[in-house]
Protein backbone atom coordinates (compact mmCIF):
# COMPACT_ATOMS: atom_id res chain seq x y z
CA UNK A 1 0.00 0.00 0.00
CA UNK A 2 1.42 3.63 -1.04
CA UNK A 3 2.13 6.39 1.80
CA UNK A 4 0.80 9.40 0.91
CA UNK A 5 2.68 12.56 0.96
CA UNK A 6 0.74 13.81 3.49
CA UNK A 7 1.28 10.43 6.18
CA UNK A 8 5.10 11.17 5.18
CA UNK A 9 5.22 14.97 6.11
CA UNK A 10 3.15 13.93 9.09
CA UNK A 11 5.79 11.67 10.44
CA UNK A 12 8.56 13.72 9.43
CA UNK A 13 7.30 16.48 11.73
CA UNK A 14 6.95 13.99 14.51
CA UNK A 15 10.77 12.86 13.90
CA UNK A 16 11.50 16.52 13.68
CA UNK A 17 10.08 17.32 17.50
CA UNK A 18 11.55 14.95 19.40
CA UNK A 19 15.21 14.91 17.79
CA UNK A 20 17.48 17.15 19.56
CA UNK A 21 18.01 19.27 16.58
CA UNK A 22 19.31 22.44 18.02
CA UNK A 23 21.33 20.86 20.72
CA UNK A 24 23.56 19.11 17.53
CA UNK A 25 23.26 22.50 16.07
CA UNK A 26 24.63 24.21 19.34
CA UNK A 27 27.36 21.27 19.38
CA UNK A 28 28.43 21.84 15.67
CA UNK A 29 28.61 25.58 16.41
CA UNK A 30 30.64 24.94 19.68
CA UNK A 31 32.93 22.64 17.53
CA UNK A 32 33.27 25.20 15.20
CA UNK A 33 34.25 28.20 17.68
CA UNK A 34 36.61 26.23 19.30
CA UNK A 35 38.82 25.09 16.06
CA UNK A 36 38.58 28.88 14.95
CA UNK A 37 39.99 29.80 18.24
CA UNK A 38 42.77 27.80 17.85
CA UNK A 39 43.29 27.72 14.67
CA UNK A 40 42.95 31.47 13.41
CA UNK A 41 45.06 34.58 14.85
CA UNK A 42 45.20 38.02 15.03
CA UNK A 43 49.04 38.14 14.61
CA UNK A 44 50.51 37.95 11.01
CA UNK A 45 48.16 41.03 8.95
CA UNK A 46 52.19 42.61 8.40
CA UNK A 47 55.30 42.37 9.74
CA UNK A 48 54.88 45.01 11.84
CA UNK A 49 52.69 43.53 14.22
CA UNK A 50 53.70 42.12 17.55
CA UNK A 51 51.02 40.67 20.21
CA UNK A 52 52.22 39.48 23.98
CA UNK A 53 55.81 39.60 23.09
CA UNK A 54 55.90 37.60 20.22
CA UNK A 55 56.71 39.07 16.30
CA UNK A 56 55.14 37.76 12.95
CA UNK A 57 57.77 36.49 10.58
CA UNK A 58 55.28 36.34 7.37
CA UNK A 59 52.21 37.82 6.38
CA UNK A 60 48.61 35.83 5.66
CA UNK A 61 45.91 37.07 4.00
CA UNK A 62 43.30 38.63 5.83
CA UNK A 63 40.27 39.20 4.14
CA UNK A 64 39.27 41.82 5.97
CA UNK A 65 38.55 39.67 8.90
CA UNK A 66 39.73 40.24 12.54
CA UNK A 67 42.09 37.13 12.40
CA UNK A 68 44.08 35.34 9.50
CA UNK A 69 44.49 32.09 9.46
CA UNK A 70 46.85 30.64 11.36
CA UNK A 71 49.43 29.08 9.15
CA UNK A 72 52.31 31.67 9.38
CA UNK A 73 55.41 31.96 11.46
CA UNK A 74 56.60 34.12 14.65
CA UNK A 75 59.42 34.42 16.77
CA UNK A 76 58.90 34.81 20.53
CA UNK A 77 61.14 38.12 21.75
CA UNK A 78 60.01 38.76 25.51
CA UNK A 79 57.26 36.25 26.51
CA UNK A 80 57.23 36.33 30.52
CA UNK A 81 57.15 32.75 29.91
CA UNK A 82 60.42 32.79 28.67
CA UNK A 83 62.23 34.95 31.36
CA UNK A 84 64.50 32.98 33.56
CA UNK A 85 65.26 34.54 37.32
CA UNK A 86 69.39 34.76 37.60
CA UNK A 87 69.96 32.76 41.22
CA UNK A 88 71.64 35.46 43.76
CA UNK A 89 75.46 33.13 43.69
CA UNK A 90 75.27 32.82 39.85
CA UNK A 91 73.97 36.81 39.68
CA UNK A 92 77.82 37.81 41.53
CA UNK A 93 80.05 35.37 39.31
CA UNK A 94 78.43 36.84 36.30
CA UNK A 95 78.35 40.37 37.36
CA UNK A 96 82.12 40.52 38.61
CA UNK A 97 83.28 38.46 35.28
CA UNK A 98 81.44 40.82 33.15
CA UNK A 99 81.87 44.11 35.15
CA UNK A 100 77.99 45.32 34.72
CA UNK A 101 74.53 44.43 36.61
CA UNK A 102 73.04 41.45 34.76
CA UNK A 103 68.91 41.40 34.76
CA UNK A 104 66.92 38.67 34.25
CA UNK A 105 65.82 37.86 30.15
CA UNK A 106 64.99 35.09 28.42
CA UNK A 107 66.71 31.86 28.41
CA UNK A 108 66.68 31.08 24.78
CA UNK A 109 64.75 32.37 21.62
CA UNK A 110 61.67 30.46 20.40
CA UNK A 111 60.43 30.12 16.42
CA UNK A 112 56.55 29.05 16.37
CA UNK A 113 53.52 29.10 14.51
CA UNK A 114 51.55 32.22 14.42
CA UNK A 115 47.95 29.90 15.31
CA UNK A 116 47.65 30.27 19.22
CA UNK A 117 47.39 26.11 18.91
CA UNK A 118 50.66 26.73 17.83
CA UNK A 119 51.92 29.65 20.08
CA UNK A 120 50.66 27.11 23.02
CA UNK A 121 52.49 24.13 22.14
CA UNK A 122 55.65 26.02 21.48
CA UNK A 123 55.94 28.05 25.18
CA UNK A 124 54.45 24.57 26.97
CA UNK A 125 57.70 22.65 24.68
CA UNK A 126 59.93 25.70 25.93
CA UNK A 127 58.90 26.50 29.34
CA UNK A 128 58.33 23.08 30.95
CA UNK A 129 54.32 24.80 31.83
CA UNK A 130 51.24 23.19 31.24
CA UNK A 131 48.64 24.46 28.54
CA UNK A 132 46.27 25.77 31.29
CA UNK A 133 49.14 27.70 32.75
CA UNK A 134 49.79 29.16 28.89
CA UNK A 135 46.09 29.28 28.41
CA UNK A 136 45.85 33.16 28.97
CA UNK A 137 49.30 34.10 26.55
CA UNK A 138 47.41 31.70 23.67
CA UNK A 139 44.25 33.43 24.57
CA UNK A 140 45.50 36.95 23.30
CA UNK A 141 45.94 35.81 20.10
CA UNK A 142 42.41 34.01 19.48
CA UNK A 143 39.85 36.46 17.62
CA UNK A 144 38.17 37.95 21.22
CA UNK A 145 35.03 36.78 20.69
CA UNK A 146 36.57 33.27 20.94
CA UNK A 147 38.42 33.53 23.45
CA UNK A 148 36.41 32.27 25.74
CA UNK A 149 35.96 29.28 23.63
CA UNK A 150 39.37 28.73 23.46
CA UNK A 151 40.30 28.66 27.18
CA UNK A 152 37.32 26.60 27.27
CA UNK A 153 38.76 24.00 24.81
CA UNK A 154 42.49 24.29 26.97
CA UNK A 155 40.35 23.63 30.44
CA UNK A 156 38.70 20.56 29.08
CA UNK A 157 42.28 19.33 27.33
CA UNK A 158 40.55 20.15 23.98
CA UNK A 159 43.27 22.01 23.15
CA UNK A 160 44.71 19.62 20.68
CA UNK A 161 41.71 20.19 17.64
CA UNK A 162 41.63 15.80 17.47
CA UNK A 163 40.05 15.93 20.34
CA UNK A 164 37.54 18.56 19.85
CA UNK A 165 36.42 16.46 17.00
CA UNK A 166 36.24 13.53 19.24
CA UNK A 167 34.20 15.23 21.27
CA UNK A 168 31.67 16.61 18.90
CA UNK A 169 31.69 13.27 16.55
CA UNK A 170 30.88 11.51 19.88
CA UNK A 171 28.11 13.69 20.19
CA UNK A 172 27.37 13.16 16.00
CA UNK A 173 27.18 9.84 17.16
CA UNK A 174 24.12 10.21 19.63
CA UNK A 175 22.38 12.36 17.68
CA UNK A 176 22.29 9.71 14.74
CA UNK A 177 21.32 6.96 17.13
CA UNK A 178 18.35 8.85 18.08
CA UNK A 179 17.31 9.46 14.81
CA UNK A 180 17.83 5.65 14.19
CA UNK A 181 15.57 5.09 16.65
CA UNK A 182 13.06 7.35 15.43
CA UNK A 183 13.18 6.17 11.18
CA UNK A 184 14.91 2.94 11.74
CA UNK A 185 17.97 1.30 9.37
CA UNK A 186 15.85 -0.40 6.89
CA UNK A 187 18.55 1.78 4.00
CA UNK A 188 21.44 3.87 3.97
CA UNK A 189 18.92 6.98 3.28
CA UNK A 190 17.09 8.24 6.04
CA UNK A 191 14.25 8.68 3.68
CA UNK A 192 13.32 5.65 2.29
CA UNK A 193 14.18 4.04 5.98
CA UNK A 194 11.43 6.34 7.16
CA UNK A 195 9.06 5.45 4.31
CA UNK A 196 9.58 1.83 5.07
CA UNK A 197 8.93 2.15 8.82
CA UNK A 198 5.48 4.02 7.69
CA UNK A 199 4.75 1.81 4.61
CA UNK A 200 5.88 -1.69 5.62
CA UNK A 201 5.46 -3.29 1.91
CA UNK A 202 8.91 -4.39 1.42
CA UNK A 203 8.84 -5.39 5.27
CA UNK A 204 5.76 -7.90 4.52
CA UNK A 205 7.11 -9.04 1.32
CA UNK A 206 10.67 -10.52 3.26
CA UNK A 207 7.97 -11.79 6.22
CA UNK A 208 5.72 -13.69 3.80
CA UNK A 209 8.74 -15.30 1.84
CA UNK A 210 10.53 -16.38 5.26
CA UNK A 211 6.75 -17.76 6.05
CA UNK A 212 7.54 -15.43 9.79
CA UNK A 213 10.72 -16.81 10.39
CA UNK A 214 12.98 -14.02 10.16
CA UNK A 215 13.85 -11.71 12.54
CA UNK A 216 12.44 -7.81 12.46
CA UNK A 217 16.44 -7.05 13.10
CA UNK A 218 17.45 -9.74 10.36
CA UNK A 219 14.85 -8.20 8.02
CA UNK A 220 16.21 -5.20 8.43
CA UNK A 221 19.40 -5.84 7.65
CA UNK A 222 18.49 -7.37 4.42
CA UNK A 223 16.67 -4.49 3.26
CA UNK A 224 19.33 -2.17 4.01
CA UNK A 225 21.54 -4.17 1.56
CA UNK A 226 18.55 -4.02 -1.01
CA UNK A 227 18.46 -0.64 -0.76
CA UNK A 228 21.45 0.35 -2.41
CA UNK A 229 19.50 -1.24 -5.49
CA UNK A 230 22.50 -2.56 -7.74
CA UNK A 231 23.32 -6.33 -9.41
CA UNK A 232 25.52 -7.03 -6.52
CA UNK A 233 23.62 -6.06 -3.36
CA UNK A 234 20.67 -8.04 -4.74
CA UNK A 235 22.53 -11.21 -5.19
CA UNK A 236 24.11 -10.69 -2.04
CA UNK A 237 20.57 -10.57 0.06
CA UNK A 238 18.99 -13.57 -2.45
CA UNK A 239 21.99 -15.55 -1.41
CA UNK A 240 22.00 -14.64 2.23
CA UNK A 241 17.77 -15.58 2.56
CA UNK A 242 19.04 -18.93 1.12
CA UNK A 243 21.45 -18.97 3.79
CA UNK A 244 18.65 -18.58 6.35
CA UNK A 245 16.18 -20.41 4.55
CA UNK A 246 17.75 -23.22 2.76
CA UNK A 247 14.02 -24.95 1.39
CA UNK A 248 13.51 -21.39 -0.40
CA UNK A 249 12.84 -21.45 -3.98
CA UNK A 250 16.08 -19.33 -5.53
CA UNK A 251 13.65 -18.33 -8.70
CA UNK A 252 11.36 -17.75 -6.08
CA UNK A 253 13.82 -15.61 -3.86
CA UNK A 254 15.02 -13.96 -6.70
CA UNK A 255 11.74 -12.54 -7.85
CA UNK A 256 10.70 -11.28 -4.35
CA UNK A 257 14.31 -9.38 -3.88
CA UNK A 258 13.94 -8.06 -7.62
CA UNK A 259 10.06 -6.79 -6.72
CA UNK A 260 11.57 -4.82 -3.69
CA UNK A 261 11.73 -0.88 -3.71
CA UNK A 262 13.24 0.79 -0.81
CA UNK A 263 12.76 3.90 -3.30
CA UNK A 264 11.03 7.07 -1.50
CA UNK A 265 9.12 7.75 -4.97
CA UNK A 266 8.36 4.32 -5.53
CA UNK A 267 6.33 3.81 -2.58
CA UNK A 268 4.50 7.38 -2.94
CA UNK A 269 1.27 7.50 -3.61
CA UNK A 270 1.15 9.73 -6.36
CA UNK A 271 -0.53 13.33 -5.75
CA UNK A 272 -3.70 13.81 -7.72
CA UNK A 273 -2.77 15.40 -11.43
CA UNK A 274 -5.79 17.82 -11.13
CA UNK A 275 -3.62 19.83 -8.05
CA UNK A 276 -1.31 21.31 -10.94
CA UNK A 277 -4.05 21.83 -13.64
CA UNK A 278 -6.49 24.01 -12.13
CA UNK A 279 -10.36 24.00 -12.55
CA UNK A 280 -12.23 23.46 -15.54
CA UNK A 281 -15.25 25.12 -16.76
CA UNK A 282 -16.44 22.57 -18.84
CA UNK A 283 -17.55 18.82 -17.62
CA UNK A 284 -15.24 16.19 -19.04
CA UNK A 285 -18.09 14.56 -21.26
CA UNK A 286 -18.01 18.04 -23.23
CA UNK A 287 -14.70 18.35 -23.81
CA UNK A 288 -13.65 20.30 -27.13
CA UNK A 289 -17.11 21.22 -27.88
CA UNK A 290 -16.34 24.95 -27.11
CA UNK A 291 -14.19 24.85 -30.13
CA UNK A 292 -17.36 25.08 -32.48
CA UNK A 293 -18.10 28.82 -30.87
CA UNK A 294 -13.94 29.68 -32.31
CA UNK A 295 -14.11 32.50 -35.43
CA UNK A 296 -10.94 33.04 -35.24
CA UNK A 297 -10.37 36.84 -35.32
CA UNK A 298 -13.70 37.76 -34.66
CA UNK A 299 -13.73 35.14 -31.54
CA UNK A 300 -16.01 36.99 -28.53
CA UNK A 301 -14.50 35.47 -25.24
CA UNK A 302 -16.79 34.72 -22.24
CA UNK A 303 -14.29 35.17 -19.26
CA UNK A 304 -14.92 34.43 -15.94
CA UNK A 305 -13.85 37.78 -14.35
CA UNK A 306 -16.48 40.34 -13.68
CA UNK A 307 -14.78 43.15 -14.33
CA UNK A 308 -12.45 42.67 -17.03
CA UNK A 309 -11.29 46.30 -17.41
CA UNK A 310 -9.84 46.61 -13.99
CA UNK A 311 -8.40 43.55 -14.31
CA UNK A 312 -6.58 44.96 -17.22
CA UNK A 313 -5.77 47.88 -15.18
CA UNK A 314 -4.33 46.29 -12.60
CA UNK A 315 -2.20 43.64 -15.20
CA UNK A 316 -0.96 46.37 -17.31
CA UNK A 317 -0.88 49.49 -15.89
CA UNK A 318 1.05 49.39 -12.22
CA UNK A 319 0.56 52.25 -9.83
CA UNK A 320 3.67 52.95 -9.68
CA UNK A 321 4.37 55.81 -13.46
CA UNK A 322 7.60 53.99 -14.95
CA UNK A 323 9.18 53.71 -18.32
CA UNK A 324 10.68 50.24 -19.79
CA UNK A 325 12.90 49.71 -22.74
CA UNK A 326 11.52 46.65 -23.37
CA UNK A 327 9.46 46.32 -26.45
CA UNK A 328 7.33 43.77 -24.84
CA UNK A 329 3.06 43.24 -25.44
CA UNK A 330 2.55 46.27 -23.07
CA UNK A 331 0.61 49.17 -24.31
CA UNK A 332 -2.74 50.61 -23.79
CA UNK A 333 -4.21 49.37 -26.70
CA UNK A 334 -4.09 45.88 -24.99
CA UNK A 335 -6.59 46.66 -22.38
CA UNK A 336 -10.12 44.76 -22.55
CA UNK A 337 -13.40 46.60 -21.46
CA UNK A 338 -16.13 43.78 -20.81
CA UNK A 339 -16.03 41.40 -23.53
CA UNK A 340 -18.94 38.33 -22.99
CA UNK A 341 -20.19 35.57 -25.61
CA UNK A 342 -19.71 32.08 -26.00
CA UNK A 343 -16.17 30.98 -26.57
CA UNK A 344 -14.28 30.36 -23.31
CA UNK A 345 -10.77 30.10 -22.78
CA UNK A 346 -11.23 27.40 -20.01
CA UNK A 347 -8.74 25.18 -17.49
CA UNK A 348 -7.52 21.65 -18.03
CA UNK A 349 -8.75 19.72 -14.62
CA UNK A 350 -6.67 16.81 -14.84
CA UNK A 351 -4.12 14.67 -16.89
CA UNK A 352 -6.97 12.25 -18.11
CA UNK A 353 -8.99 15.68 -19.72
CA UNK A 354 -5.13 16.39 -21.03
CA UNK A 355 -4.83 13.64 -22.85
CA UNK A 356 -8.23 13.19 -24.22
CA UNK A 357 -8.33 16.81 -25.39
CA UNK A 358 -5.29 15.17 -27.54
CA UNK A 359 -7.11 11.56 -28.47
CA UNK A 360 -10.60 13.95 -29.86
CA UNK A 361 -8.32 15.93 -32.14
CA UNK A 362 -9.39 15.34 -35.68
CA UNK A 363 -6.08 17.74 -36.62
CA UNK A 364 -2.59 15.13 -37.83
CA UNK A 365 -0.32 16.56 -34.66
CA UNK A 366 3.47 15.28 -34.87
CA UNK A 367 5.21 17.85 -32.29
CA UNK A 368 4.74 20.34 -29.59
CA UNK A 369 6.72 23.86 -29.96
CA UNK A 370 7.08 25.56 -26.47
CA UNK A 371 7.37 29.56 -26.35
CA UNK A 372 6.98 32.22 -23.64
CA UNK A 373 4.82 35.15 -23.64
CA UNK A 374 7.48 37.88 -23.28
CA UNK A 375 5.95 39.37 -20.29
CA UNK A 376 7.20 40.04 -16.89
CA UNK A 377 6.99 38.75 -13.35
CA UNK A 378 4.15 40.69 -12.08
CA UNK A 379 2.52 40.04 -14.82
CA UNK A 380 -0.21 37.49 -14.07
CA UNK A 381 -1.59 36.84 -17.65
CA UNK A 382 -3.28 34.18 -19.65
CA UNK A 383 -5.03 33.14 -22.28
CA UNK A 384 -7.75 36.01 -22.90
CA UNK A 385 -4.46 38.53 -22.68
CA UNK A 386 -2.69 36.93 -25.34
CA UNK A 387 -6.07 36.74 -27.21
CA UNK A 388 -6.23 40.44 -27.39
CA UNK A 389 -2.20 41.00 -28.29
CA UNK A 390 -2.65 38.69 -31.14
CA UNK A 391 -5.90 39.65 -32.67
CA UNK A 392 -4.45 43.04 -32.05
CA UNK A 393 -1.25 41.94 -34.15
CA UNK A 394 -3.75 40.56 -37.63
CA UNK A 395 -3.80 37.22 -35.69
CA UNK A 396 -6.97 35.13 -36.66
CA UNK A 397 -7.25 35.17 -32.49
CA UNK A 398 -4.54 33.37 -29.83
CA UNK A 399 -1.86 31.64 -31.92
CA UNK A 400 -1.02 29.09 -29.30
CA UNK A 401 -3.24 26.21 -28.48
CA UNK A 402 -2.63 25.67 -24.79
CA UNK A 403 -1.00 28.03 -21.79
CA UNK A 404 0.46 27.59 -18.44
CA UNK A 405 0.09 30.53 -15.98
CA UNK A 406 2.25 31.50 -13.61
CA UNK A 407 0.55 29.32 -10.86
CA UNK A 408 0.51 26.15 -13.08
CA UNK A 409 -2.40 25.93 -14.19
CA UNK A 410 -2.83 25.08 -18.35
CA UNK A 411 -5.55 26.96 -19.74
CA UNK A 412 -6.79 26.09 -23.31
CA UNK A 413 -6.19 28.69 -26.12
CA UNK A 414 -7.36 28.30 -29.87
CA UNK A 415 -9.14 25.01 -30.54
CA UNK A 416 -6.30 22.32 -30.79
CA UNK A 417 -8.36 21.42 -34.03
CA UNK A 418 -7.62 24.71 -35.71
CA UNK A 419 -4.07 25.01 -37.07
CA UNK A 420 -2.14 27.51 -34.88
CA UNK A 421 -0.66 30.85 -35.39
CA UNK A 422 2.68 30.65 -33.27
CA UNK A 423 5.87 29.17 -35.43
CA UNK A 424 5.38 30.04 -39.37
CA UNK A 425 9.19 29.50 -39.89
CA UNK A 426 9.65 26.46 -41.40
CA UNK A 427 6.46 25.69 -41.81
CA UNK A 428 6.32 24.23 -38.22
CA UNK A 429 2.23 25.70 -37.74
CA UNK A 430 1.18 22.98 -39.34
CA UNK A 431 1.76 19.78 -37.75
CA UNK A 432 2.15 21.04 -33.96
CA UNK A 433 0.89 22.08 -30.68
CA UNK A 434 1.73 25.64 -29.99
CA UNK A 435 2.18 26.21 -25.70
CA UNK A 436 3.06 28.87 -24.20
CA UNK A 437 4.47 29.52 -20.49
CA UNK A 438 3.58 32.80 -19.14
CA UNK A 439 7.41 34.73 -18.96
CA UNK A 440 10.53 35.83 -20.19
CA UNK A 441 11.77 39.21 -18.24
CA UNK A 442 13.29 38.00 -15.40
CA UNK A 443 12.15 40.93 -13.21
CA UNK A 444 9.37 43.12 -13.06
CA UNK A 445 7.94 46.16 -15.05
CA UNK A 446 9.56 49.24 -15.44
CA UNK A 447 13.04 47.89 -15.01
CA UNK A 448 15.67 49.35 -16.56
CA UNK A 449 17.30 47.70 -19.61
CA UNK A 450 15.06 44.91 -18.71
CA UNK A 451 16.21 43.05 -21.83
CA UNK A 452 19.31 42.29 -19.92
CA UNK A 453 17.00 40.56 -17.34
CA UNK A 454 15.32 37.71 -20.49
CA UNK A 455 15.93 34.62 -18.90
CA UNK A 456 14.51 30.94 -18.37
CA UNK A 457 14.56 31.92 -14.47
CA UNK A 458 11.37 33.71 -15.31
CA UNK A 459 9.99 29.90 -15.59
CA UNK A 460 9.27 28.77 -12.40
CA UNK A 461 8.75 25.32 -10.64
CA UNK A 462 4.96 24.96 -10.83
CA UNK A 463 5.08 25.60 -14.64
CA UNK A 464 7.71 23.63 -15.26
CA UNK A 465 5.50 21.05 -13.59
CA UNK A 466 2.69 21.83 -15.73
CA UNK A 467 5.37 21.67 -18.29
CA UNK A 468 6.15 17.70 -17.65
CA UNK A 469 2.70 16.54 -16.74
CA UNK A 470 1.52 18.37 -20.63
CA UNK A 471 4.52 16.35 -22.26
CA UNK A 472 3.87 12.97 -20.52
CA UNK A 473 0.40 13.29 -21.90
CA UNK A 474 1.72 14.21 -25.46
CA UNK A 475 4.21 11.22 -25.87
CA UNK A 476 1.65 8.76 -24.20
CA UNK A 477 -1.11 9.92 -27.40
CA UNK A 478 2.02 10.32 -29.95
CA UNK A 479 4.97 8.53 -29.19
CA UNK A 480 6.84 9.06 -32.11
CA UNK A 481 6.05 13.07 -31.70
CA UNK A 482 8.77 15.53 -31.45
CA UNK A 483 9.24 18.56 -29.11
CA UNK A 484 11.08 21.66 -30.06
CA UNK A 485 11.62 25.33 -28.03
CA UNK A 486 10.67 28.27 -30.61
CA UNK A 487 14.05 29.51 -30.74
CA UNK A 488 14.44 25.63 -32.41
CA UNK A 489 12.52 26.68 -34.94
CA UNK A 490 12.51 30.43 -35.81
CA UNK A 491 14.39 32.03 -38.47
CA UNK A 492 14.63 35.52 -36.78
CA UNK A 493 16.68 35.24 -33.57
CA UNK A 494 13.97 34.02 -31.29
CA UNK A 495 15.36 32.95 -27.87
CA UNK A 496 11.95 31.41 -25.99
CA UNK A 497 10.82 29.86 -24.03
CA UNK A 498 14.25 29.99 -22.53
CA UNK A 499 14.76 25.66 -21.70
CA UNK A 500 16.40 23.68 -24.01
CA UNK A 501 13.72 21.46 -24.83
CA UNK A 502 15.39 18.89 -26.82
CA UNK A 503 17.41 18.29 -23.81
CA UNK A 504 14.46 18.86 -21.49
CA UNK A 505 12.70 15.68 -23.25
CA UNK A 506 15.63 14.04 -23.66
CA UNK A 507 16.68 14.01 -19.86
CA UNK A 508 12.87 13.77 -18.87
CA UNK A 509 11.72 11.05 -21.31
CA UNK A 510 15.00 9.68 -22.51
CA UNK A 511 13.20 11.13 -26.01
CA UNK A 512 14.75 11.93 -29.44
CA UNK A 513 13.59 14.12 -32.05
CA UNK A 514 14.23 12.55 -35.45
CA UNK A 515 14.82 15.66 -37.80
CA UNK A 516 16.68 19.05 -37.85
CA UNK A 517 14.38 21.71 -36.62
CA UNK A 518 14.98 23.89 -39.87
CA UNK A 519 14.31 21.03 -42.09
CA UNK A 520 10.34 21.62 -41.13
CA UNK A 521 8.45 19.03 -39.19
CA UNK A 522 7.84 15.26 -39.48
CA UNK A 523 4.99 13.94 -41.08
CA UNK A 524 2.47 11.65 -39.30
CA UNK A 525 4.14 9.11 -41.85
CA UNK A 526 7.60 9.68 -40.58
CA UNK A 527 6.04 9.50 -37.11
CA UNK A 528 4.51 6.23 -37.50
CA UNK A 529 7.89 4.90 -39.38
CA UNK A 530 10.22 5.11 -35.97
CA UNK A 531 8.08 2.04 -34.53
CA UNK A 532 7.43 -1.70 -36.23
CA UNK A 533 4.00 -2.45 -36.69
CA UNK A 534 3.64 -4.86 -33.38
CA UNK A 535 5.05 -1.31 -31.57
CA UNK A 536 2.38 0.23 -33.43
CA UNK A 537 -0.19 -2.27 -32.38
CA UNK A 538 0.89 -2.60 -28.70
CA UNK A 539 1.01 1.60 -28.27
CA UNK A 540 -2.05 1.98 -30.46
CA UNK A 541 -3.82 -0.30 -27.12
CA UNK A 542 -2.07 2.07 -24.71
CA UNK A 543 -3.76 5.10 -26.07
CA UNK A 544 -1.56 6.22 -28.74
CA UNK A 545 -2.92 8.07 -31.92
CA UNK A 546 -0.89 6.30 -33.98
CA UNK A 547 -3.16 3.98 -37.07
CA UNK A 548 -0.98 0.67 -37.07
CA UNK A 549 -2.03 -0.15 -40.67
CA UNK A 550 -2.71 3.82 -42.02
Same mark, same amino acid.
Given at each position: ????????????????????????????? #??????????????????????????????????????????????????????????????????????????????????????????????????????????????????????????????????????????????????????????????????????????????????????????????? /???????????????????????????????????????????????????????????????????????????????????????????? /???????????????????????????????????????????????????????????????????????? /????????????????????????????????????????????????????????????????????????????????????????????????? #?????????????????????????????????????????????????????????????????????
Amino acid at each position: MATTRETLKTNLQSIAKTAPIEEMVQAAQ #QFKNKADALMKSQLGKDLQSSLAGIKAATIENDYGTTTVDGTGTAFAESVPELAKEVVSSSKSALESIMGTTVSNGNSHEVATGNSPKAILKSLQASTGKTSVELGSVAAQFADPQFQADLTSAIQKGEEDTSKAAENFFSEVGKFTNKIDAAVGTDANNIMESLMSKVDGTNKNKLIKLSEGTFSMDKIS /ELLKIMSEATPAANALATNEIIKLKPDLDRGTVEDTVAGVDTSVSGNLAPEPRSKAMGTSSLPNFEIGTSAASWEDQNTVVDTPETSRERRA /EAVFNPKKETTTTSSGPISDSTRVTGRVAAYKFDYVETYEELAADFYASTRDITEVVVHWSATYLNQDIGAD /EIHEWHTQRGFSGIGYHYVIRKDGRIQRGRPIDRTGAHAKDNGHNNFSIGLCLVGGYNCMTGTPNSEKHVSGASINSDQIDSLDEFLDAFYMVWPGG #QVWGHIDVDNKGKVDPGLDMPEFVENWYTKYNLAKPKDGPITPEQARSQFTTAELVSQNQLGARFDPFA
